[in-house]
């Protein structure tokens, strides 16, 4: 090397005094149609699940708030910037995107001196390019980066479970269960919608990667009762289900359900690591074994107090045990969760009534706290004209009497008042035990409520009818038919609304429209 070579890096200094050149048009020429631009984002699509950010190799998005954009459920209110001194136009953000929302115009020029510009959140900064047709969007039908379709829960047929109260669902299988799990994004969009907060996301990703110990602790994280909730919980994280908005949302609670199905309960102990629970010397009493009352034990006991729960009833449960019916949430799954929190020296005294065999000054004297979980064990009269006929029964009280293996009446022709779960449930135990008494099915299951708006879960509507049981949405009960001290009947008149302007419960109904 000479002495010309060490020096000719320092010439570049000679260009220090000159001004920057900018070429305001570079290159005026229209891109392909499908070509990968700068971005384009549908606002009113886009729910912020950030899907776009965690696939973006080159960390050039960052979801960011909006202004006038806000969080609900199914929604972040968070949208994407794009960094374009990261992005390298892969469109990798495009084909994640769960509602279609991202797309890319055909738009490759834009000249600026200020780079800060060319980080922006596209639709909320409104560009050129916006409304252009050509550029990038995910293809329809030629390739999915997650699949769209679930993979379908083996149950029962209608005719090898109408007559008895055996489990419906079976359950996946190891295979099943990944390839379900292997669906979803991992945006965690649903876990601000799960009343627990519950970690879905980890505990999917501990299905992928077959770890299913670490899947039950992430369960009880937050939730003492998984074997359950995954049977019966209203899986309101499925409504919200980014991969939903294209396709079949995941099955979440199907999910939590494989993982306690998996872990053996003898085991729970060693995994959960519950095995040394240091006592605070502090007594507990609960009343009540129903969810609140398990799930207060379960966490007040892993703090070390001596807890003891009085049970009117002779089994735990409360409402879980003695109003669902058992073909959907088998007793057995039922005694699992609660037997583990008896493991933790959880104490529970059943057949026991507050305030008639212990009152609650004995509770107070004797412990240094109490809760009060009692349920409700109570149903709703409709007050309609010969409600109060012997042979007019609440839902509640007939499926309590069925798990406690009582005789029901089980008259040959039933109707069944109401649109929800409870509604169905009854629906359904009475249909069973219809057929193994008769035969034949004759239920009907009338409701104020139009089947678009039933709040029953679409299933139990579904599988009722499979049941061949009857369901007439849409009627209001205006008064029940007596004679000679039988009933002949329900009348009822069209409901034409439930609720008024307000979303208040005042229903409207159609004289003219009766039918009995």
């Known amino acids: 090397m000479n002495l010309k070579d060490v020096l000719r890096p320092f010439t570049a200094w000679k260009h220090l005094v000159n001004q920057p050149v900018t070429i305001l048009d570079p290159i005026n020429r229209i891109a392909a149609d499908r070509y990968r631009g700068f971005h384009k984002n ?107 379709n679930r993979v379908h829960m083996p149950e029962l047929k209608p005719e090898e479970r109408n007559n008895s109260f055996i489990e419906i669902v079976q359950g996946y299988s190891h295979e099943q269960a990944l390839l379900e799990a292997d669906r979803c994004v991992n945006c965690g969009i649903c876990v601000a919608t799960c009343p627990a907060h519950m970690g879905i996301p980890q505990y999917i990703e501990a299905i992928r990667n077959n770890d299913l110990e670490e899947g039950l602790r992430i369960l009880y994280d937050t939730n003492p009762l998984p074997e359950i909730c995954g049977r019966i919980c209203t899986h309101k994280c499925e409504t919200v289900c980014s991969v939903g908005h294209h396709g079949d949302p995941i099955s979440i609670r199907w999910l939590k359900r494989y993982i306690a199905d998996q872990n053996p309960s003898e085991q729970y102990q060693r995994i959960l690591n519950t095995g040394n629970i240091e006592p605070n010397g502090k007594k507990i009493a609960i009343i009540g074994s129903g969810p609140s009352g398990l799930s207060a034990a379960y966490y007040l006991a892993l703090m070390g107090y001596q807890v003891k729960i009085f049970e009117a009833l002779p089994q735990s449960g409360g409402m879980m045990r003695y109003g669902i019916p058992e073909y959907r949430l088998p007793y057995d799954q039922i005694d699992k969760d609660v037997n583990f929190i008896i493991s933790l020296g959880v104490e529970i005294q059943y057949n026991t009534k507050v305030g008639k065999d212990v009152t609650i000054e004995e509770l107070k004297d004797n412990y240094d706290a109490v809760f009060a979980g009692t349920g409700l064990h109570l149903g709703r009269s409709t007050r309609i004209p010969g409600t109060g006929h012997e042979n007019v029964y609440q839902a509640i009280d007939l499926l309590r009497d069925i798990t406690l293996g009582k005789e029901v009446p089980v008259a040959e022709k039933i109707v069944v008042i109401g649109g929800g779960n409870v509604a169905m449930d009854i629906t359904r135990s009475m249909a069973r035990l219809q057929n193994q008494k008769y035969g034949k099915v004759q239920v009907i299951a009338t409701s104020l409520e139009t089947e678009d708006i039933m709040p029953a879960d679409r299933e139990e509507i579904v599988e009722s009818r499979e049941e061949n049981a009857q369901i007439m949405p849409g009627w209001g009960p205006t008064s029940i038919e007596i004679v000679d001290n039988k009933i002949k009947g329900l009348h009822v008149k069209k409901c034409v609304s439930v609720f008024d302007e307000d979303g208040r419960f005042n229903p409207k109904f159609d004289d003219t429209q009766t039918n009995f």
């Open 42 to 148: 549908d606002l009113e699509k886009c729910i912020g699940c950030g899907t776009c950010e965690a696939i973006c190799q080159n960390a050039a998005i960052d979801m960011v708030p909006v202004e006038g954009i806000e969080t609900k459920d199914g929604d972040s209110g968070l949208r994407p910037r794009i960094d374009y001194g990261r992005c390298c136009w892969c469109a990798l953000c495009v084909d994640i995107c769960t509602t279609n929302s991202l797309s890319m115009s055909n738009e490759y020029q834009w000249v600026d001196d200020d780079p800060e510009v060319f980080r922006f959140v596209p639709g909320a900064e409104k560009k050129s390019w916006d409304q252009r047709e050509a550029g990038y969007k995910k293809p329809e039908n030629n390739y999915q980066l997650y699949e769209i």
